[in-house]
């Protein structure tokens, strides 16, 4: 299996600020790299796909970046809103796989 | 817009079978651009990807499940369904269906509110 390893796990960060998030894959996977936000009690929603492209209604103050094995989440101008916990998931091999997580919380 | 929505027992003896289904409205799970999938969450935790389907019938399964489980799909429905047999406490999660885009990259795109399975005597 695929490993993806995030880090940091957890940020503190305030409204306004920019913040990334790293993602290293255990072996090539091309772009085949998902951003997900989820929230306590909700399911996972997804942010990027594809390493850089923005799903549909997604802010663009989210952008992702990346290809092979380091990848990374930013976020511009935080928002009260944005303050969850992110994964990222590598679509290239089966199992599909998803780093621990990181969560982001208010400063 | 497409919605997905889980249903089945929220609690289930060990050693039992536990079937989950999955409705989808606003999109054919006929129409070959999708495949669909499920996603389980153990309390507190990570993501794991259990496996998903495609329109014609082909099933993906992630190994260390696949033994135990079996992904279904009835069209006339709109559903699809995970059975996962054999459970013990570490089942209990959270179980999510999702879709998935073919021909893309394999995000999953659309979830459901997601269903917690909890395996308890």
């Known amino acids: 299996d695929i490993q993806m390893t995030q880090s940091p796990s957890s940020l503190s960060a305030s409204v306004g600020d920019r913040v990334t998030i790293t993602c290293r894959a255990s072996?090539?996977?091309?772009?085949?790299l998902n951003w997900y936000q989820q929230k306590p009690g909700k399911a996972p929603k997804l942010l990027i796909f594809?390493?850089?492209s923005l799903h549909s209604g997604v802010p663009s103050r989210f952008s992702g970046s990346g290809s092979g094995t380091d990848f990374t989440l930013t976020i511009s101008n935080l928002q009260p809103e944005d303050f969850a916990t992110y994964y990222c998931?590598?679509?290239?091999?089966?199992?599909?796989?998803f780093g621990q997580g990181t969560k982001l919380e208010i400063k | 817009q497409v919605q997905l929505q889980e249903s089945g027992p929220g609690l289930v003896k060990p050693s039992q079978t536990v079937s989950l289904t999955c409705t989808v409205s606003?999109?054919?799970?006929?129409?070959?651009?999708?495949?669909w999938s499920w996603i389980r969450q153990h309390p507190g935790k990570g993501l794991e990807w259990i496996g998903y389907?495609?329109?014609?019938?082909?099933?993906y399964y992630n190994p260390s499940l696949k033994s135990r489980v079996t992904i279904s799909l009835d069209t006339s429905k709109r559903q699809f369904s995970l059975i996962l047999s054999s459970v013990t406490a570490a089942d209990t999660a959270v179980y999510y269906c999702?879709?998935?885009?073919?021909?893309?990259?394999?995000?999953?795109?659309?979830w459901g509110q997601g269903i917690l399975v909890t395996v308890s005597s």
């Open positions: 606003g999109d054919s799970i006929s129409s070959g651009a999708y495949y």
């Open positions: 072996q090539t996977i091309k772009s085949y």
């Open positions: 999702a879709r998935v885009p073919s021909g893309s990259y394999f995000q999953s795109d659309y």
């Open positions: 998931q590598q679509s290239k091999s089966i199992p599909y796989t």
């Open positions: 389907i495609y329109y014609l019938g082909s099933t």
């Open positions: 594809a390493a850089s």
